[in-house]
Each structure stands twice: as structure tokens, then as C-alpha cells.
């Protein structure tokens, strides 16, 4: 059964921190792995994934994969109390740009 | 550009009610995915269309949620009869389509559903 882990599930740092969110995956014929950050109820696509070792930035985040270990992480480096939400893992599969979801890590920033 | 449009935002039903939900897509996205996320969980598929063909319904419960796009642009999803366990926000997302260049999925505000 696919299956997609993200961890920690919660986390509560203070502004100006490093946090760093893993997501590991078992998944049939890996496509891709999407990063997304939730906010009340909208998920919203930060990253896609396709080589291992080549990190993607944006700003203060960043995201890395490996394909051998079946793993990525997302770093936010300097924590704002507007990067508090949830960020979700999700995989690409198969074929016909299906994914399934991790459960997602809640991140709050306390000023 | 106009994202994922979904209504209506919230809705509170009795169990064994039903209850239909509307989403837009954004224009020229071929694929449309309906998505089940309850508290504390990630987006679950309930059904991926691609045009007015589906894709995937392997994980929606056929015996009382049912999904259309007729037209390949619009979609509907419903439920009849509701049960307490459908209690979710269900989201709406499209992207360009199989075979095309992909993106990622764009979501909609998606739906909080409440079944009492």
C-alpha cells in the first residue's frame, strides 16, 4: 500500500529558529514529491521534486530529495510567526498525476 | 488569473441528509480532483477526472458519494445520505492534465462539511 510519513507531526518553535520537516514515502513507480503549506483550509504548492540531490529555495525555504532513501526534508530558515501551518508531503505515483498525501506537520511560530 | 472556485463554504446538515458541492477549476486545467481532508489529517482522493473521463474513484464510497463533470469544466460532488463520519472539509483541485507539463495541483478554499 502507498504510503507517505511526515515527521514530526507537530512542532513549536520561537521566531528566528531552523526547523527542519521530514517526509518519507513507499510509494509504486514514484513520479514526484510536492511540498504544501495549509493555512485554514486551502493547501498551497511550494515545491515539486523530481532528482535526488538538486535543493530547490524559495526564499527562506528550501527542500532537498533522495530517491535511494525515499526521503525529503523542507527547511525554514529564520521562522516568522506567518510561517506557522501546516506543511504537507504529498507523492506523485503511478501515472496520470495521481498523489497521495502524508498527514502533514503543524508548525507554530511564537513570537 | 482565477484560482479554484468552490461553494458553498461551510454547510451543517442532519445525518442521512444529502448534500452536493460545486467546484470551477481553473480555466484550461484538464484534471480535477476531489479531495476528503478530516481534522488532524491529510487530503485523502476521493475521485480524479481528467476532462469528463475519471481517472481514479478508487477510494470513494460509491454506495452514498457520488462526482460528475459532464462537461469537463465544472464538477459536482454529493453525498446521499450523509453520515456523522463525513464530517470534513472536502477540497477541490485542478491542474493542467496528463500529459502536460506539470506544476502541482492548485486547491480551491474547499468546503467544511458538518454532519449532526
Known amino acids: 500500500e502507498d504510503k507517505v510519513v511526515q515527521s514530526p507531526l507537530s512542532l513549536v518553535v520561537h521566531e528566528g529558529d531552523t526547523v527542519t520537516l521530514n517526509c518519507s514515502y513507499e510509494?509504486?513507480?514514484?513520479?514526484?514529491l510536492l511540498w504544501y503549506k495549509q493555512e485554514k483550509k486551502a493547501p498551497t504548492f511550494l515545491f515539486m521534486l523530481t532528482s535526488s540531490g538538486i535543493e530547490k529555495k524559495s526564499g527562506r525555504l528550501s527542500s532537498i530529495l533522495d530517491k535511494k532513501e525515499l526521503f525529503s526534508i523542507l527547511n525554514i530558515t529564520a521562522t516568522q510567526t506567518g510561517d506557522s501551518a501546516v506543511y504537507l508531503c504529498a507523492v506523485e505515483h503511478n501515472y496520470g498525476q495521481n498523489f497521495v498525501f502524508g498527514p502533514g506537520t503543524r508548525l507554530s511560530v511564537l513570537p | 488569473e482565477a484560482g479554484v472556485a468552490q461553494s458553498p463554504r461551510y454547510k451543517i446538515i442532519e445525518k442521512r441528509q444529502s448534500v452536493a458541492f460545486w467546484c470551477n477549476p481553473i480555466?484550461?486545467?484538464?484534471?480535477l480532483y476531489w479531495y476528503q481532508q478530516i481534522l488532524g489529517q491529510g487530503p485523502k482522493l476521493l475521485i480524479q477526472?481528467?476532462?469528463?473521463?475519471?481517472?481514479?474513484d478508487s477510494q470513494l464510497p460509491k454506495d452514498r458519494f457520488s462526482a460528475e463533470r459532464l462537461k469537463g469544466v465544472d464538477s459536482t460532488l454529493k453525498i446521499q445520505p450523509a453520515k456523522l463520519e463525513d464530517s470534513a472539509v472536502y477540497l477541490c483541485a485542478s491542474s493542467l492534465g496528463v500529459g502536460r507539463r506539470w506544476f502541482g495541483a492548485f486547491f480551491g478554499q474547499g468546503t467544511r462539511l458538518t454532519v449532526v
Open positions: 510509494v509504486t513507480n514514484f513520479r514526484s
Open positions: 480555466s484550461g486545467h484538464a484534471t
Open positions: 477526472f481528467q476532462n469528463n473521463g475519471v481517472v481514479d
